[in-house]
């Protein structure tokens, strides 16, 4: 099932409505550098768009080294380079800062590779792509206005926004080619090689392949072409460098740099945010757990925890975050919208509990949906659960069940939770399949450790000198 779908899904369900907050300008007074002596403070509306900084400050200031290295190669000062929080393998270029997660340092294999990628979201910088970007979108709803009221026509309308939409992602998918092209010149003027940006954007096709088979979707689909896509596809990003003489540049990678600053690099989510083991959810902090049907994947976020089945079925977690008085039945015939029907009380190991049906109705085009409230100590969580196929209610029932693992976790079981960290290891001693069967993950180990270390096949682990791995 798409991601698309699935937040489509969550959106209706929850009616959540997501909004860009405002960025403060940056500012010295709240903005640490990256010293090795201390963590990093975003201003508090750069942290909301793209979440906190990693606390490590000898990973943060590793990065930032790399990343003045190639602002001075490109001619251009006053940028900052952050590791943020997350697992997820990501870039991110906002005002005068650059971002990196802790997701896509693991995914990269060398110093190369990270100035590959610092590089292309510098050229974003550089070029104002997101201010060009900002004025082309703001130029097509002033002509789809215009012809709207010179036609007299809505329809008219929406059909020059929608011609000027494509035009504005074709616009989208220049902007990234432009931002490789820009890094390939910053990397190799850095001292850097030059085919680390091809290897960088393969290194992100294989993982969104991954990604895709861990969702029982085609891992070939990141490949396909699209008119609606704001990017070009990773093989044409590929050609597009390949062709250019520098692609082929000598220059330094320094793996063994690298691969010492991310030893031990936690590849969880931070505690605060809780964990994902299998088909368990548990968070050391609020002391809380749960664990969905077979068959459904766990996704973690600071809004919420999202499980999802195939057959689009899925459960939506959060915690209010403000108390709730009085019974939670009231509180649901009061508070949610629209009012749930058959609204019951029941007790879940121990916490006050509610459950209620949200109404069938055309606006939502859903099948069946329940919402499950329940009090722990001082705080109220909920799941939401949705299915609309043709086995919705064996789902809706199973989904509810899971709502019933709820439980407090003990203080002893919530001290012995700790993040899964990348170590590097020799490979000498083991087989390529032992060393896939260390990997703390349900399924697909092998995949997982492949792509990991950028390897092919197996046997591509056992010629190495040091590989990376996962490690509880």
Known sequence: MEIRRILALVALLAGVVA?????????????AAATGR?????????????????????????????????????GVSGFRFVVLDSPVANAHAVQSYVFVTRGLL?????????????????????????????????????????AAATS???????????????????????????????????????????DAVGSLIDRLRRQSALEAQIMGEAPDIGDRPSAASTHPAPLERTSAIAAL???????????????????????DDPPSEGFIRGRSFLHP??????????????????DGVLAVNRDRSLMLFSCLPTPVAGPLDDWMRSKLKPTPTNIQTLEING????????????????????????????????????????DQDRQIDAMVQAARSFRTLTPSEAASLQPYRLRIVSPAGSTPAQLAARMPYPDLRMERLLVLNAAQVPA?????????TVQP
């Open 19 to 31: 909004c860009a907050p405002s960025v403060e300008p940056p500012s010295t007074s709240t903005a």
């Open 38 to 74: 201390g963590t990093i403070v975003l201003p508090r509306g750069i942290e909301k768009l793209v979440g906190p900084a990693d606390p490590d400050a000898a990973l943060q200031a590793y990065v930032d080294r790399v990343g003045q290295r190639v602002v001075a190669a490109a």
């Open 106 to 146: 693991a995914l990269l294999e060398n110093e190369a590779e990270l100035a590959a990628a610092i590089g292309h979201e510098l050229g974003h910088l550089v070029q104002r792509h997101a201010a060009q970007r900002a004025r082309v979108r703001q130029g097509v709803l002033d002509a789809a206005v215009e």
């Open 152 to 194: 007299g026509s809505i329809t008219v309308g929406r059909a020059v926004a929608q011609d000027g939409l494509l035009a504005l992602r074709r616009y989208s998918r220049e902007q990234e080619l432009e931002a490789d092209r820009l890094a390939l010149g910053y990397i190799v003027k850095a001292g850097y090689r030059g």
């Open 245 to 267: 003489p520098q692609a082929g540049a000598p220059g330094e990678s320094n793996q063994k740099g690298y691969f010492a600053a991310i030893d031990g690099m936690s590849v």
């Open 285 to 302: 902090t609020l002391r809380l757990a749960f664990t969905v049907p077979p068959g459904f994947r766990l996704f973690n976020d600071s």
């Open 351 to 390: 916490n006050e509990a509610a459950i209620g049906a949200r109404p069938r109705g055309s606006d939502t085009g859903l099948g069946q949906a329940r919402y499950i409230v329940i009090r722990q100590g001082a705080r109220v969580c909920n799941f939401a659960v949705v299915s609309e196929g043709v």
């Open 460 to 468: 591509d682990l056992g010629s190495r000198s040091e590989i990376k």
